[in-house]
C-alpha cells in the first residue's frame, strides 16, 4: 500500500470533505498460498472499513488508513498511510451597499455576510470610530477557522448638512419693478431652488442665491418666496 507516502489533499469545492475517486490508494496483496482477505479500517478524523477506498468520504483534518491482508494460513501483514484533508477554500463575503449619510452621526454602515465551506469564524470592518467628512472606503475581511479569509470593499460618503437662509423680511413700494433678496445664505448644498409660495410676480432666476423677484403690474399685498 502506500505505507509512509502520506496524502495530503484540499476539501472539494464548497463542502467540508475530501471524497477520494479512484483505485490509487487501494492495497494490493500476494501471498505464497492464498490471500483470504484485504480490508482496511479508517481512524482519526474519519472513521470506518471496507476493501476498496473509491468513493469514500475523508472528513476534515487526519485520517489513519490501515490496510490488513490476511492468508488462507490467518498469517497477517498490516501496511499504514495518512490521509490530511486541508480547508484552503477561503470564505464567500458580501458587502453592504454603498451609502451616503448627511451627518457623521448618522452613520450606520450595516453589516457583511459570508458563507464557508466549513464555517465562518469572524467579520470584521476597519471602520473608523468617527467617520470623517468625505468618502471613506471600509475594507470588511471574512475568515476561517483554518486562517483563509476573503474581502471586500464599502464606499462610505458622509457630508454636513446644508444649511439655508432666505435673508431678512423686507418692504417694497407698489410699482417697485423689481427687488432683489440681498442677505440669503446657503452653505453644504449642491444645488438650490427659489419659489415663489405667496405673490402674483415671479422670480427671474430661480437658482442663483440672491434671487430678484418681479412684482406683477399693480401688485400689491404680502409676497412669500421660498
Known amino acids: 500500500c502506500l505505507s509512509g507516502n502520506d496524502q495530503n489533499v484540499n476539501t472539494d469545492q464548497g463542502v467540508n470533505t475530501y471524497t477520494h475517486q479512484g483505485s490509487g490508494w487501494d492495497a494490493t496483496a500476494t501471498d505464497n498460498d492464498a490471500v483470504a482477505s484485504l480490508t482496511y479500517v479508517l481512524s482519526g478524523a474519519t472513521t470506518g472499513s471496507g476493501s476498496y477506498l473509491d468513493g469514500v468520504v475523508f472528513n476534515l483534518g487526519n485520517t489513519t488508513v490501515t490496510w490488513t491482508a490476511i492468508d488462507i494460513n490467518g498469517n497477517i501483514s498490516i501496511c499504514t498511510f495518512e490521509v490530511n484533508v ?131 403690474p399693480g401688485e400689491n399685498g404680502e409676497v412669500i418666496l421660498q
Do not use: K, R
Open 86 to 216: 486541508i480547508d484552503n477554500e477561503a470564505p464567500v463575503i458580501s458587502c453592504p451597499p454603498a451609502l451616503f449619510f448627511c451627518s457623521p452621526s448618522d452613520v450606520n454602515i450595516g453589516n457583511a455576510t459570508a458563507t464557508d465551506n466549513v464555517g465562518v469564524e469572524s467579520i470584521v470592518n476597519n471602520a473608523p470610530a468617527v467617520f470623517p467628512i468625505g468618502t471613506t472606503i471600509v475594507t470588511w475581511t471574512a475568515a476561517d477557522a483554518q486562517g483563509n479569509y476573503s474581502t471586500c470593499e464599502q464606499v462610505v460618503e458622509v457630508s454636513l448638512p446644508a444649511t439655508v437662509y432666505a435673508g431678512s423680511d423686507a418692504e417694497m413700494c407698489q410699482g417697485t419693478e423689481q427687488y432683489t433678496v440681498y442677505d440669503a445664505s446657503a452653505s453644504n448644498y449642491e444645488s438650490l431652488h427659489w419659489s415663489v409660495i405667496q405673490g402674483e410676480g415671479y422670480i427671474e432666476n430661480t437658482t442663483v442665491l440672491n434671487a430678484t423677484y418681479i412684482p406683477a
